[in-house]
């Protein structure tokens, strides 16, 4: 009996050990998880954030560029029209190269074409030379959205996919943020030309860290076996990929980030200039609404990332989110509000529409096949380069006319409008919303 006694205890013991163990080897596991997906998070995050810096290196000089190159409002929106219209005529091919050739290679050389371009824009001396290197740079902003999505899609956990979206999404609006503060700034203490090739050469410094430290950023998914589809350039494919890409849903998700876009862009192009107008301060303070509007946006794309990994309803945040930023730039361009007060309510807008980014990710998400992310990514978020090429031309024209307060009105009807698209996306969609 002591034996017996002996043996049991021996085996409880090692029995014990067993367990300890494994649950050593299951939180080692996970913090490993947690530890690789927020690397990729910071990594993805700072490439985002140093396209969306390029994307508004240019409009808080336009004051300084209209009459540095005697040109109107409506020829400086044009350089905005070059950049998003050859962004949004690339980014769909980009997305098939992504799913051919792997995310990391393509996002590198896009980030690398648009740093390069952006220093261009300081050696510029006439104004042709502006919209050229608007073109090259809007080829190199094509990339980013395939190729970020794709990466996170594929290698953060499941669990953490709202807030990959998220930060995602926020480090896109961080880097909104900086640029019209870094080009004001340094423009005023060298000259806009220095400031130009300053900010190009941060990108490249992005690039190099991008390169050091993201070297593992293959095209696998973490704990599955899923691989580069070698198959989207085929002829068979095309057609499956045409009715994939021009099917109801997929479509309804272009026009409402088409929508979105064409509102974001016109405050983030003409907000300082129309603000200035409409509420007789200068350029300093009216950078710093631009600068609360981005900053607050980033904050509530961080709720709303929290709050898209809790619920399945992402079409009501969504909706809930464009009807308030949009009631609050009818207030703005109303002039009801004082001069004090417009930088807190522009932070108010940028808030609620930074709040539905996460969940506008989530909608796409469900809605895109496995080994298809690279070309559904790239097709529904070259809807926000379309969105944004034909907007700048539109307040150009009305600044020129005289009517700041209508960038602000006409802003708040894309938002209304984005509505219907989400609806639509509910209604048709055959995946589970």
Same mark, same amino acid.
């Given at each position: 009996?002591?034996?017996?006694?002996?043996?049991?205890?021996?085996?409880?013991?090692?029995?014990?050990?067993?367990?300890?163990?494994?649950?050593?080897?299951?939180?080692?596991?996970?913090?490993?998880?947690?530890?690789?997906?927020?690397?990729?998070?910071?990594?993805?995050?700072?490439?985002?954030?140093?396209?969306?810096?390029?994307?508004?290196?240019?409009?808080?000089?336009?004051?300084?560029?209209?009459?540095?190159?005697?040109?109107?409002?409506?020829?400086?929106?044009?350089?905005?029209?070059?950049?998003?219209?050859?962004?949004?005529?690339?980014?769909?091919?980009?997305?098939?190269?992504?799913?051919?050739?792997?995310?990391?290679?393509?996002?590198?050389?896009?980030?690398?074409?648009?740093?390069?371009?952006?220093?261009?824009?300081?050696?510029?001396?006439?104004?042709?030379?502006?919209?050229?290197?608007?073109?090259?740079?809007?080829?190199?902003?094509?990339?980013?959205?395939?190729?970020?999505?794709?990466?996170?899609?594929?290698?953060?956990?499941?669990?953490?996919?709202?807030?990959?979206?998220?930060?995602?999404?926020?480090?896109?609006?961080?880097?909104?943020?900086?640029?019209?503060?870094?080009?004001?700034?340094?423009?005023?203490?060298?000259?806009?030309?220095?400031?130009?090739?300053?900010?190009?050469?941060?990108?490249?410094?992005?690039?190099?860290?991008?390169?050091?430290?993201?070297?593992?950023?293959?095209? +696998?998914?973490? #704990? !599955?076996?899923? %691989? $580069?589809?070698?198959? =989207?350039? /085929?002829?068979?494919?095309?057609?499956?990929? @045409?009715?994939?890409?021009?099917?109801?849903?997929?479509?309804?998700?272009?026009?409402?980030?088409?929508?979105?876009?064409?509102?974001?862009?016109?405050?983030?192009?003409?907000?300082?200039?129309?603000?200035?107008?409409?509420?007789?301060?200068?350029?300093?303070?009216?950078?710093?609404?631009?600068?609360?509007?981005?900053?607050?946006?980033?904050?509530?794309?961080?709720?709303?990332?929290?709050?898209?990994?809790?619920?399945?309803?992402?079409?009501?945040?969504?909706?809930?989110?464009?009807?308030?930023?949009?009631?609050?730039?009818?207030?703005?361009?109303?002039?009801?509000?004082?001069?004090?007060?417009?930088?807190?309510?522009?932070?108010?807008?940028?808030?609620?529409?930074?709040?539905?980014?996460?969940?506008?990710?989530?909608?796409?998400?469900?809605? +895109?096949?496995? #080994? !298809?992310?690279? %070309? $559904?990514?790239?097709? =529904?978020? /070259?809807?926000?380069?379309?969105?944004?090429? @034909?907007?700048?031309?539109?307040?150009?024209?009305?600044?020129?006319?005289?009517?700041?307060?209508?960038?602000?009105?006409?802003?708040?009807?894309?938002?209304?409008?984005?509505?219907?698209?989400?609806?639509?996306?509910?209604?048709?969609?055959?995946?589970?919303?």
């Amino acid at each position: 009996m002591v034996a017996n006694q002996v043996n049991y205890h021996q085996t409880r013991d090692e029995a014990r050990i067993i367990i300890k163990n494994k649950s050593l080897h299951a939180m080692t596991s996970s913090n490993q998880y947690l530890r690789s997906d927020f690397r990729i998070m910071g990594l993805v995050g700072a490439a985002h954030g140093a396209s969306h810096f390029f994307h508004l290196v240019l409009p808080p000089l336009f004051p300084i560029l209209k009459e540095e190159f005697d040109v109107s409002y409506s020829a400086l929106a044009l350089l905005t029209t070059c950049f998003y219209g050859v962004s949004g005529i690339a980014q769909t091919l980009a997305g098939f190269l992504v799913d051919r050739f792997g995310a990391r290679n393509i996002l590198l050389g896009g980030l690398t074409l648009l740093a390069a371009s952006v220093i261009g824009y300081g050696f510029a001396t006439e104004f042709w030379m502006l919209l050229l290197f608007s073109l090259l740079a809007g080829l190199g902003n094509s990339v980013f959205h395939p190729a970020d999505l794709t990466i996170l899609t594929q290698k953060v956990t499941p669990l953490r996919l709202g807030k990959a979206y998220g930060v995602h999404a926020f480090s896109g609006n961080l880097g909104w943020a900086t640029a019209p503060i870094f080009v004001i700034y340094a423009s005023q203490l060298f000259n806009w030309q220095t400031a130009l090739i300053l900010s190009g050469l941060l990108g490249l410094f992005i690039v190099l860290f991008f390169v050091i430290f993201g070297s593992d950023l293959n095209d +696998t998914k973490v #704990g !599955s076996n899923v %691989r $580069i589809d070698t198959t =989207v350039f /085929s002829l068979a494919s095309l057609t499956q990929n @045409l009715s994939l890409l021009f099917s109801s849903t997929i479509l309804s998700c272009f026009c409402f980030f088409a929508l979105l876009a064409a509102a974001l862009v016109g405050v983030q192009s003409f907000g300082i200039s129309a603000i200035r107008d409409l509420y007789d301060i200068d350029i300093t303070q009216a950078t710093f609404a631009l600068t609360t509007f981005l900053v607050c946006s980033a904050i509530g794309i961080l709720s709303g990332g929290v709050l898209a990994d809790k619920t399945t309803r992402h079409d009501l945040i969504a909706i809930i989110g464009v009807v308030l930023s949009g009631l609050v730039l009818i207030l703005i361009g109303s002039q009801i509000i004082t001069a004090s007060s417009v930088i807190a309510f522009l932070g108010l807008s940028g808030f609620f529409s930074g709040f539905t980014a996460p969940s506008r990710d989530m909608l796409v998400k469900k809605a +895109t096949p496995a #080994g !298809s992310t690279g %070309r $559904i990514f790239g097709f =529904v978020y /070259s809807g926000l380069d379309f969105g944004s090429l @034909l907007m700048p031309l539109l307040l150009g024209w009305l600044m020129d006319l005289g009517s700041p307060k209508s960038v602000f009105h006409a802003c708040a009807v894309m938002l209304f409008f984005t509505i219907f698209t989400v609806v639509n996306v509910k209604k048709r969609s055959s995946f589970a919303f």
